[in-house]
């Protein structure tokens, strides 16, 4: 339906004044229409001409253009146009037919990104949960979307891990593994990275050790040795890393489709930067960096003075493996904040000689996480909070209220508390606050769903509904109809940004507005009540598609 406007009123531009002009809608208050237009703006620009001028001119031509869907076009202000639906266009106007802006397109999500040897810790929850739903927003525009992580399977943290692993053992000693239960393998890996940091910061001597180890560890990986001591040791660990992560993302109810191990981007990567010394990169004491400071940005090491490729180095080979896989045409990567100057950095060189995969390539960064009381996590301090206390604190706070603790309601309330603030901001997360069964929460549109759907129950489903009920509503009917059809709008701000607080902004709008028109307009038994059910169920399909679209399951009773 909105398309259908749009295009009627480009075509009435183009035919007048000859110029091709995009319309961009804008939602007025109500009691000035349904549609705003600043096409009058936008023209006289180009005309010379007042914008007043212009919208008197249009507006007869758009009276009769829009006829068979508007019920009133005036002109507001200084050039202002507003567009009132008729109730048929308005009904219509509430067919969920999102266009698919990314059709065709194959588009990699890459997000999550823990490393193995390492805990998963909270801020995984929210990368994840962000991520997730980014790729879900692509995949309703049209994409195939293949969703990835990538993870540090070698580097100086597996070393530090390994380091304090081999002293638990008394050496290379891989029988001893053995004696580790299996539920607290993540657990005694982490420890042994927040020890193994500690000794390579504090002791001289451990942090040679510590650097001879990291040597090794990428021998074993270039020469694909499973066979020695340290090899098995090696490979066992990363094996309960990963055994983790698949626990963890079914919890969260997501699928990864492809690990990418910073093991299999050091070749490639390596290459790439080795091929460009003397163009994009230099070598500088030993060491290959890229001089960021000539875009305005700051150098980093591509390549240490021990001829070990960095992480800047691994993502380069990263975005050569995915292109390899999936032949994307873009590729989405969703991180903390804290690595927006890296990213930038890397993107820029990447630009350098293969610029058409950095054009291609879109960098979300988010907002740090903190739990209640605004303690920032650090696997190298050891203080971390883990994912499963997250998650497990949100289940403890529905059992102390009294609450079903049911694992859907968990996960919405902690998806929506994270979705529903912007992009880039810092997240102080509250489980109490997040499982509230009124306000804008998971919860609280959960159960608007299932309220919604209680009344749908109750009333005739074989009465049938005249247009002349249909077409004829009465002021609150109309005003929930009305923001039932913001419904495309907001997925599209939603999809064209990459933003999914749109999402949440728009649901709690819509059960704001549902709770007004119920407040005074029954349903069940009422003369209106074939109507009112009709609006009820297109409430409720809205409801339950949007938190789809966060990865939230809707039930119908709570």
């Known amino acids: 339906m909105n398309d259908n406007i749009k295009q009627s009123i480009e075509k009435v531009c183009q035919s007048e004044f000859g110029i091709d002009t995009a319309v961009i809608f804008e939602r007025p208050d109500k009691q000035f229409g349904d549609i705003a237009i600043n096409i009058a703006m936008q023209l006289a620009g180009v005309l010379k001409q007042k914008p007043r001028d212009v919208a008197e001119r249009l507006l007869p031509l758009l009276q009769d253009a829009l006829a068979d869907v508007a019920a009133e076009v005036t002109i507001a202000g200084p050039g202002f146009i507003n567009i ?59 994409a195939t979307v293949h969703r990835v992580n990538f993870g540090g399977d070698v580097g100086l943290h597996v070393a530090k891990t390994l380091y304090i692993v081999l002293r638990r053992l008394g050496g290379e000693n891989a029988d001893g593994l053995t004696a580790i239960e299996e539920t607290g393998r993540a657990e005694w ?19 040679v050790a510590i650097t001879q180890l990291n040597r090794r560890i990428y021998d074993i990986q270039q020469s694909q040795d499973h066979d020695s001591a340290l090899a098995r040791i090696y490979w066992t660990c990363r094996e309960w890393s990963y055994a983790a992560f698949d626990a963890f993302y079914k919890r969260l109810g997501t699928t990864i489709e492809k690990y990418y191990p910073e093991s299999a981007t050091v070749e490639p990567g390596m290459d790439a930067v080795k091929t460009h010394i003397g163009t994009v990169f230099e070598e500088s004491e030993g060491a290959v960096i890229f001089r960021g400071e000539k875009f305005g940005l700051h150098n980093r090491v591509f390549i240490n003075q021990q001829g070990l490729p960095t992480y800047e180095t691994k993502d380069v080979g990263l975005i050569l493996k995915k292109y390899e896989d999936y032949h994307f045409d873009r590729s989405v990567v969703v991180t903390g904040n804290e690595q927006e100057q890296y990213m930038h950095v890397v993107l820029k ?6 610029p058409d995969l950095a054009r291609s390539t879109t960098y979300v960064p988010h907002g740090m996480l903190r739990l209640a009381g605004g303690v920032k996590m650090s696997s190298r301090l050891g203080n971390i909070v883990r994912a499963s206390v997250v998650l497990d604190s949100t289940t403890e706070a529905l059992a ?114 549902f709770n007004r028109f119920y407040e005074h307009n029954r349903v069940v038994d009422d003369l209106r009540e074939v109507v009112r059910a009709e609006l009820v169920k297109r409430y409720a399909a809205t409801l339950k598609q949007g938190l789809r679209l966060l990865n939230i399951t809707a039930p119908d009773q709570m």
């Open 84 to 142: 009132r639906l008729n109730d048929r266009a308005l009904w219509g106007a509430t067919e969920r037919t999102i266009t698919e802006h990314f059709k065709g397109e194959t588009v990699v999500a890459e997000y999550s990104d823990p490393n193995p040897f390492k805990i998963l810790h909270a801020g995984h929850v929210y990368t994840t949960v962000v991520g997730d739903a980014i790729a879900t927003l692509l995949e309703e525009g049209g």
């Open 189 to 207: 890996l982490a420890a042994a990275y927040s020890e193994g940091h500690a000794a390579y910061v504090e002791d001289a001597q451990a942090k």
């Open 349 to 354: 060189a990447i630009e350098q000689f293969l």
């Open 400 to 513: 102390v209220a009294g609450r079903k603790e049911d694992p859907a309601i968990m996960l919405a309330a902690i998806k929506y508390a994270f979705l529903k603030s912007r992009l880039g901001r810092d997240l102080i997360y509250d489980p109490k606050e997040s499982i509230a069964l009124e306000g804008n929460s998971g919860p609280a549109i959960l159960y608007a769903h299932a309220r919604a759907r209680s009344i749908l129950s109750k009333v005739d489903s074989d009465a049938v509904l005249t247009e002349a009920l249909k077409y004829s509503l009465q002021p609150d009917e109309r005003a929930l109809l009305r923001k039932i059809s913001e419904y495309q709008s907001a997925v599209e701000k939603a999809q064209t940004e990459l933003m999914p607080h749109h999402i949440c902004t728009y649901l709690y709008e819509l059960a704001q507005e």
